[in-house]
Antibody, heavy 120, light 108 residues
Framework: QVPLVQSGPEVTKPGASVKISCKAS????????IHWVRQAPGQGLEWIGWINPNNGGTNLAQKFQGRVTMTRDMSISTTYMELTRLTSDDTAVYYC?????????????WGQGALVTVSS | EIVLTQSPGTLSLSPGERATLSCRAS???????LAWFQQKPGQPPRLLMY???TRASGIPDRFSGSGSGTDFTLAISGLEPEDFAVYYCHQYGSSPQTFGQGTKVEIK
């Protein structure tokens, strides 16, 4: 069982939105934070934020506030990240990652990533 | 925001040699909440170290982490062929969490 399985690649246009899913299995979904991190082609890692699946609380990097929404569906152990008003700079692999049971625990496991391509 | 600066950008070494990677923070990291990840092409990162010096489950003991405050080091004693990859440091003690820009360890 793969602990975190993400949705498939997306190709979308500037100005549009994209919603990526991350399905957890093999552990208590609501007990561990889920982080979202992205990686532009050939670049490093950029932290987007986290969601607490237990209560839906989120914490986003300021850069993404107003453009990113993180939600979860506890009935299917799935978290979602929606990014709006896309530009070509948003082209990246988006990872979900399992964090700890409390905020100040690090990421321990990553999903396989979902490539989002923004192109006109 | 805590900026993490990794050095060197690229490390060219031969198998069996020792690698020393540096991660310097722009301000002190709370409780040494500093992790190291390894990433190979086409793969997600893998956790190596957390709390600056604690190896994650399954990580061989040739990997070691040290440091505190603003200066941290990841050492790999005796590079194995599978260790050639990109390494990122990551601070999770303050929001926003941040990553270093990465150090590539390549075969000389």
């Amino acid at each position: 069982q793969v602990p975190l399985v993400q949705s498939g690649p997306e190709v979308t246009k500037p100005g549009a939105s994209v919603k990526i899913s991350c399905k957890a299995s093999g552990y208590h979904f609501n007990a561990y934070y889920i982080h979202w991190v992205r990686q532009a082609p050939g670049q490093g890692l950029e932290w987007i934020g986290w969601i607490n699946p237990n209560n839906g609380g989120t914490n986003l990097a300021q850069k993404f506030q107003g453009r990113v929404t993180m939600t979860r569906d506890m009935s299917i152990s799935t978290t979602y990240m929606e990014l709006t008003r896309l530009t070509s700079d948003d082209t990246a692999v988006y990872y979900c990652a399992k964090g700890g049971a409390v905020v100040r625990e690090c990421i321990v496991l990553w999903g396989q990533g979902a490539l989002v391509t923004v192109s006109s | 925001e805590i900026v993490l600066t990794q050095s060197p950008g690229t490390l060219s070494l031969s198998p069996g040699e020792r690698a020393t990677l540096s991660c310097r923070a722009s301000q002190s990291i709370n409780n040494n909440y500093l992790a190291w990840f390894q990433q190979k092409p086409g793969q997600p990162p893998r956790l190596l170290m957390y709390g600056a010096s604690t190896r994650a489950s399954g990580i061989p003991d040739r990997f070691s982490g040290s440091g505190s405050g603003t200066d941290f080091t990841l050492a790999i004693s005796g590079l194995e062929p599978e260790d050639f990859a990109v390494y990122y440091c990551h601070q999770y003690g303050s929001s926003p969490q941040t990553f270093g820009q990465g150090t590539k360890v390549e075969i000389k």
